[in-house]
């Protein structure tokens, strides 16, 4: 069974606008893929598709088999937004926001034994143990960035989608991202959807590049991705 | 002053809204609508005038008005019809416009209608303090057992929305208790000062708290002491108790500030 499925899907926000056109894509349980294009060439778009976010004008979004935008399987995906869509005005732990993450499992009452033994392991997955208790502004961006990701894995999902994770996010803290996520892949087999507009972090163990500029322009292994778009920022039609 | 009946059904009121208060702005203030209490606020101006004219008890006409007022606001930013702030501006205009034409409409431009925008510590009468005590700690329960969502939520609506939460819902109780919480303290604080004891001790909180819990709570702390601080200040001074609470609570805030800037001072 796929895990994310488009069908022959085009997307426009406005009546008669083309964002996508003819998208068919086919993510399988356990697979690790980079979807990169450049920005405004519709691949947040097409993760909102897929996530059921929207819904296409022509075509159909499964996830779980079920059309995405009523899809009952949801606590099931481990989400980590853009970073300028998280709101940190208040002094949040790192313990603070992972617990966060196991509110689509049980949204009332206490956090259960089972919560915070979820939330301990996720923390500690990610390396941030001995910073549980520290406030989230006194991190750096890539500790946060691994904070965040514990709250997406505080949930056990079978699917983590991650939207532009290495946005200002210094270069070594890009690394530490990409061993993370491949020691995620391989230890948990969890299928990883990495939505960037550069897949440099990635590059040497993402099993397939999937390019977008309105429709998809390249769906295979980074090694046989031809020359000229090798930075997808700049991919051509 | 505690021999007085009317100071002891006002601090009993100041102590329900002195905690409902910032624990409902918390939430606000967490999803950068800080300016939702004022909107709702004015709304609750043109439901007090409504109540005068129609000879209905104003409190009513108000929590009605502020109910309506939230679901709009909350309508209007849920639909990304408008952008947050305009949509709590068309309300907030629209609010304080209807109030004046009907409060000039009922002829009721006198003393009884200032008490009701800016509070009296002598208008809370026992039927009153039985009400605010009973919808304050229904919305405190509500939102203790809510608390794991709503955190969820004011932190990262769209991973709330991806992972399955109610996000709607959740946003629409928000915008409710924001109503309640006005239409509960109209008597203490005022109908337009109330936004601002939902706002400060938060923001005062959020200086020199070290988790979201410890910052509810600092808040709740912080929102109590300016009540009850200021109810007390209110009846030596013979001040209306909505500003003296108000200018407490900045007082707090100023305080936590400079403890803050003490404590990363190098």
């Known amino acids: 069974m ?36 450049p920005n405004g060439g519709g691949k947040t778009t097409l993760l909102r598709l897929a996530l059921g976010l929207e819904r296409p004008t022509r075509g159909r979004a499964l996830l779980f088999d079920e059309p995405a935008h009523r899809s009952s399987k949801r606590a099931c995906i481990g989400y980590l937004a853009q970073r300028s869509q998280i709101r940190l005005h208040a002094p949040a732990t790192v313990r603070d926001v992972v617990e966060a993450g196991r509110a689509p499992l049980r949204l009332l009452g206490r956090l259960s034994r089972e919560d915070r033994r979820a939330v301990d392991e996720a923390i500690e997955r990610v390396g941030l143990s001995h910073l549980a208790t520290r406030p989230m502004r006194r991190l750096s961006g890539g500790q946060q960035q691994r904070a965040f990701i514990a709250k997406a894995l505080a949930s056990r999902p079978r699917l ?60 295979g292994p980074p090694s046989e991705l031809p020359g000229m778009w090798h930075d997808p920022s700049h991919a051509h039609a | 002053m505690l021999d007085l009946e009317f100071m002891r059904l ?67 930013r849920a639909r990304r019809r408008t952008a947050g702030d305009q949509a709590l501006a068309i309300v907030f205009y629209t609010g304080i416009a209807g109030g004046v034409v009907l409060v000039s409409a009922a002829g009721a431009l006198n003393a009884n209608l200032f008490a009701y925008l800016f509070g009296s510590i002598l208008t809370v009468s026992r039927s009153d303090l039985a009400v605010i005590a009973v919808l304050g700690l229904c919305a405190l329960l509500l939102i203790v057992v809510l608390l794991r969502g709503l955190f969820a939520v004011s932190l990262d609506e769209e991973g709330a929305r991806v992972a399955g939460l109610p996000v709607a819902w959740l946003n629409g109780v928000v915008a409710m208790l924001a109503a309640l ?28 708290a070290w988790s979201l819990r410890s910052t509810i709570g600092i808040a709740v702390a912080a929102g109590l002491g300016s009540a009850l601080a200021g109810l007390t200040i209110s009846y030596y001074a013979d001040l209306p108790p909505g500003g003296t609470i108000v200018l407490t609570a900045t007082g707090l805030y100023l305080v936590a500030s400079l403890a803050s800037w003490l404590r990363v001072r190098p």
């Open chain 1, 2 to 37: 796929p895990v994310v499925e488009l069908d022959g899907v085009d997307f426009g926000y406005l009546q008669g606008q083309r964002v996508l056109s003819g998208v068919d894509l086919r993510v399988g349980e356990g697979e690790f893929v980079a979807i990169a294009g």
């Open chain 1, 160 to 219: 983590l989608v991650l939207d532009e994770p290495t946005t200002g996010v210094d270069v070594e803290a890009q690394e530490a991202l990409g061993d993370l996520l491949r020691r995620l892949h391989e230890d948990l087999g969890v299928t990883i959807l990495y939505v960037s507009h550069e897949f440099g972090a990635v590059e040497a163990f993402v099993e397939r590049l999937v390019l977008v500029r309105e429709r998809i322009v390249f769906d």
């Open chain 2, 10 to 76: 006002a601090f009993g009121a100041g102590a329900v809204v002195g905690v409902l208060a910032p624990t409902v702005g918390f939430f606000l203030v967490q999803r950068e609508m800080s300016l939702i209490g004022d909107g709702i606020g004015h709304v609750a101006f043109a439901g007090v005038a409504a109540g005068y004219l129609l000879g209905i008890s104003p409190v009513w006409t108000a929590l009605g008005a502020a109910l309506l007022g939230a679901a709009v606001i909350e309508w209007l």
């Open chain 2, 181 to 208: 919480t006005v239409g509960v303290s109209m008597r203490i604080v005022g109908i337009l000062l109330i936004a601002a004891l939902m706002v400060l001790p938060v923001v005062a909180a959020q200086r020199v």
